[in-house]
Nanobody, 119 residues
Framework: QVQLVESGGGLVQPGGSLRLSCAAS????????MGWYRQAPGKQRDLVAV???????NYREFAKGRFTISRDNAKNTVYLQMTSLKPDDTAVYYC?????????????WGQGTQVTVAS
């Protein structure tokens, strides 16, 4: 089993910054790609950014130039640095990990952390 725990969400004014963290525990050898998704009220969950152990990244268009995903494999932790935040960024942000090996095809999710961007 894999457990994911997010932290770092909160209330921020437009133009501000936040740094989200996600720590993985359990069968960490059974995951490779990790990243972030978000879900606003009434909307479907949407990809923000993902990153493999080797460093390959993929960003949704709205995140390019403002958000940066990074990863510390020694700490089994993935981060999302968010800058120039907009009200449209308001959502619950979820950490995700994709299984490999015996866990191929499985997806693991954290509990989510709320990000609110408002004046």
């Amino acid at each position: 089993q894999v457990q994911l725990v997010e932290s770092g969400g909160g209330l921020v004014q437009p133009g501000g910054s936040l740094r989200l963290s996600c720590a993985a525990s359990g069968s960490i050898s059974s995951i490779n790609v990790m990243g972030w998704y978000r879900q606003a009220p009434g909307k479907q969950r949407d990809l923000v950014a993902v990153m493999s152990r080797a460093g390959t990244t993929n960003y949704r268009e709205f995140a390019k130039g403002r958000f940066t995903i990074s990863r510390d494999n020694a700490k089994n932790t993935v981060y999302l640095q968010m800058t120039s935040l907009k009200p449209d960024d308001t959502a619950v942000y979820y950490c995700n990990a994709d299984g490999v090996g015996d866990y191929f095809g499985r997806r693991f999710w954290g509990q989510g952390t709320q990000v609110t961007v408002a004046s």
